[in-house]
């Protein structure tokens, strides 16, 4: 079986692709991808923040442009072109970004050996219909390219572009700044010193095209989170999400309830971090900065968490995949990404209604899947930190 799989890899997510296209184009509303195309000539205007996207679904929420200044810069090619073609590209982007998340995730985990093509074809055959996945391709997000481009940029050896690839992603969607993390965490230290330059660079060229709109939204827009969704939201799987459902809107944030558990965050980090960096395991160490941003950040829809594709192919086929936690975590993954729990929760319970606690437990389902995730990689740390190795011009071992 194993064999017919390898030897028709490439049909299998030729098909897959297909499938999802069909699906996407028939069936999907691509409202993001409108959001971002209609919305971005306002940076021009002076009406970025102003846009909202009227929704015809029942009950939906308008959308309104929650991004950076620099964001809508990137996306100002989309207000060009044809819709049509618009969604043709963004699918395409999306799709191939989804492949090298899975290529650069084995690449990062094994930089001394050879990426099979058939492994990473099956692969992402099967992840294009993990919900954060799926979910985020039929809405047309931006988070597969920018985790492709953290990947990538986590995946070169200098300093530069390592760190002018995490800038950039970060100056359009503020969650992949988790990339410096991963840098200060690995000891690259100049190659977070680049990141930190390059994001500031978006911010100072957005704002010479955009003066009114970059201060409205670093200096008013920036701590409302409230504007981007309702945090109660069974889609919102951030701790702050998970605590709103339980404790009020707020989430406990007048409270000692939401320090308290982003400090309790911030420790189970530390903890996977440091035994990441001793083992010299760079994907951990990527992931775990990355999860934390999702954890600690007061938004985080279900269809951000699309680093349940790394966190997938480390738990099965990481250095401590045979532990009891990683089959434990790989086990929660499968029960959240790949039975679309959330979104079935999400109709039990839409946005704005009371939602019952049963609902609550099982709507924390991502926040729970990540803390399997994070106790596993912190476990059996080595006592001493692996040597760097350069293999293929990727850089490997703590550093």
Same mark, same amino acid.
């Not at 499938?19 to 195309?37: G, K, S």
């Not at 990473?120 to 597969?144: I, N, Y």
């Not at 070169?156 to 992949?176: F, S, V």
């Given at each position: 079986?194993?064999? #017919? ?54 009950? @939906? ?7 950076? &200044? ?11 072109? &044809? ?11 999306? %799709?191939?970004?989804?492949?090298? %998340? ?102 100072? %060229?957005?704002?010479? =095209?955009?003066?009114?709109?970059? #201060?409205?939204?670093? #200096? +008013?827009?920036?701590?409302?989170? @409230?504007?981007? @969704? ?20 707020? *989430?406990?944030? *007048? ?37 934390? =941003? ?9 269809? +951000?968490?699309? #680093?349940? =594709? ?32 959330? &979104?079935?929760? +999400? ?39 692996? &040597?760097?190795?350069?293999?293929? @011009? ?6």
């Amino acid at each position: 079986m194993t064999s #017919w799989l390898t030897r028709h890899a490439t049909l299998i997510v030729a098909c897959s692709a297909v499938a999802h296209l069909t699906v996407a184009f028939f069936a999907a509303d691509m409202f993001d991808l409108r959001v971002y195309r209609e919305g971005a000539p306002g940076v021009l205007t002076g009406h970025l923040y102003d846009f909202r996207l009227a929704r015809p679904d029942p009950g @939906g929420l308008p959308l309104p442009f929650t991004y950076p &200044p620099f964001a809508a810069l990137v996306f100002l090619p989309l207000a060009h072109v &044809p819709w049509w073609l618009a969604q043709v590209l963004w699918q395409v982007l999306s %799709l191939a970004a989804t492949t090298y %998340l899975v290529r650069g995730s084995f690449a990062l985990l094994r930089p001394d050996r050879t990426v099979e093509p058939a492994r990473v074809f099956l692969w992402s055959a099967a992840v294009l219909w993990l919900e954060p996945v799926s979910h985020g391709l039929a809405l047309g997000q931006v988070s597969l390219p920018l985790a492709a481009l953290s990947l990538a940029a986590a995946l070169r050896p200098g300093p530069i572009a390592a760190g002018t690839g995490i800038g950039l992603a970060a100056g359009i969607k503020l969650t992949p700044a988790g990339g410096v993390l991963y840098l200060l965490a690995a000891g690259r230290r100049r190659a977070a010193g680049w990141a930190v330059g390059a994001f500031a660079a978006t911010v100072v %060229l957005a704002a010479l =095209v955009a003066p009114a709109e970059s #201060w409205r939204y670093w #200096w +008013h827009l920036l701590g409302d989170s @409230g504007r981007i @969704g309702p945090l109660a939201s069974v889609e919102n799987q951030s701790l702050r999400g998970c605590l709103a459902r339980f404790l009020g809107y707020d *989430g406990g944030v *007048g409270g000692v309830w939401w320090p308290a558990v982003v400090l309790l965050a911030a420790t189970a980090t530390a903890c996977a971090l440091r035994a990441a960096v001793l083992r010299g395991d760079r994907l951990a160490i990527l992931l775990a900065a990355q999860f934390f =941003v999702l954890l600690a950040s007061p938004v985080s829809w279900s269809h +951000h968490w699309v #680093w349940v =594709v790394p966190a997938l192919v480390w738990l099965r086929h990481g250095p401590l995949r045979r532990r009891r936690l990683s089959r434990a975590a790989a086990a929660a993954w499968g029960m959240t990404a790949g039975t679309w729990v959330v &979104p079935a929760l +999400h109709a039990v319970a839409p946005a704005g209604s009371a939602v019952p606690w049963p609902a609550a437990v099982g709507a924390c389902a991502y926040p729970l899947a990540a803390a399997l995730t994070l106790a596993a990689v912190a476990s059996s740390p080595r006592a001493e930190p692996a &040597p760097v190795r350069v293999v293929a @011009g990727v850089a490997s071992g703590s550093r």
